[in-house]
């Protein structure tokens, strides 16, 4: 939940001080960049230590990273807000992979997609009520309240995975198991097609977290309020999915699943973002939101276990860092083109051009990610037990 109040409070707070398109998208950027100059770094870390202790620090991290933005209040103190965004993007370049890399340890193979489906549902979870209680408590003029509610989640998220199974990731560094790299990770051929869907999926979505606010605040004529609400709305129709694919739904493929849930992204960013010709009604937008929370929670889950199963256990840490950096370059790009919108292009156009890479995400899914993916690697010595 804590990310996702995080997520919905400081782009809005950063429009607000700055007024345009391009200032936001400065915050954007500015989230993305550490995850491009500290994946090397966040390959070796999560290869080499325990991730569980990692994930620890990084959420105790998360928390007091959190206490700047108490001083500000207006345009002179926007520093402060990219500051705060720089450094929490640095600490997620560190959580994400770990966490992605610890499931492995923690779960059977032949269950991954349920599992990553389940930890999909968790965090829309959080994003049910973390996004409408972010733009609500940004409404009412409450920032110091979005820091101390968002820090103390980051908190308890760090309690809770302190009781997890402790993952030696040292074990498969040694005895002539030497950690993968960044770049060992970003050249294995099974991946390529995975790593071409995360590329062209992230320029969509860095679109989306820019154009998005502008479609809600003009074409929708919405509110602060509105915009939680519509993000955090999606969270239904991913918890939907989430619950079908972690307990219902069993060794599906995950090159099926990947494909037809870009593909549904798409057509419904499309029917969503022309929607407004025939009516603002904010009623329809939550529905169409909601909708299109289940496509993305399958296309992760889908994309998750393609690159876990894909990669052998020292690989992984430098593959999940891999993932962070395509999909920093891509969001970034992705934003880059949604700043067009303050030129002569517009609004609609990059809308268009935003639904339509899906589609291309889709094609390449369907036609690039393995059919059949590798059999369970052996554990590695001293993993956390299986369930």
Request: charged content about 10%; proline content about 5%.
């Amino acid at each position: 939940m804590g990310d996702w109040l995080l997520f919905i409070a400081l782009p809005l707070i950063v429009f607000q001080l700055t007024g345009s398109a391009l200032g936001t998208a400065v915050a954007f950027l500015l989230e993305l960049v550490p995850a491009v100059l500290l994946a090397p770094l966040a390959a070796r870390l999560v290869g080499r230590f325990d991730r569980r202790r990692l994930m620890v620090a990084v959420n105790i991290g998360q928390a007091l990273a959190l206490l700047p933005l108490l001083w500000v209040h207006d345009a002179a103190d926007l520093p402060i807000a990219y500051a705060v965004i720089a450094v929490h993007a640095s600490l997620s370049t560190l959580f994400e992979p770990a966490k992605n890399t610890l499931l492995p340890d923690l779960v059977d193979a032949r269950r991954l997609v349920s599992a990553n489906a389940l930890i999909g549902l968790n965090q829309n979870l959080g994003r049910l009520v973390g996004g409408p209680l972010g733009g609500v408590l940004l409404a009412i003029g409450d920032l110091s309240l979005i820091v101390v509610v968002d820090a103390a989640t980051y908190l308890l998220s760090a309690l809770l995975i302190a009781t997890l199974p402790a993952s030696d990731a040292a074990s498969s560094a040694g005895a002539g198991h030497r950690a993968g790299g960044l770049w060992e990770a970003l050249g294995i051929r099974r991946l390529a097609g995975a790593y071409a869907v995360i590329l062209v999926t992230s320029i969509a979505q860095g679109m989306f977290l820019l154009l998005f606010v502008l479609f809600a605040l003009g074409p929708l004529r919405g509110t602060d309020a509105d915009v939680g609400l519509l993000r955090g709305i999606q969270a239904v129709g991913a918890i939907a999915a989430g619950l079908v694919l972690g307990f219902l739904v069993r060794g599906s493929s995950p090159r099926t699943l990947t494909a037809a849930s870009v593909l549904a992204f798409g057509v419904i960013s499309l029917v969503t973002w022309n929607l407004p010709a025939v009516t603002t009604g904010i009623g329809w937008y939550v529905v169409l939101f909601a909708a299109v929370g289940a496509p993305g929670v399958v296309m992760l889950a889908g994309l998750v276990s393609v690159l876990q199963q894909e990669s052998e256990p020292r690989q992984r840490g430098a593959v999940f860092a891999a993932v962070g950096l395509v999909g920093a370059v891509g969001q970034a790009v992705g934003i880059l083109l949604g700043s067009l919108s303050d030129t002569a292009v517009g609004l609609l156009p990059l809308l268009q051009v935003q639904g339509c890479l899906y589609l291309l995400g889709g094609v390449i899914a369907l036609c690039w990610l393995p059919r059949a993916l590798r059999p369970a690697s052996a554990p590695e010595p001293g993993a956390g037990a299986r369930i």
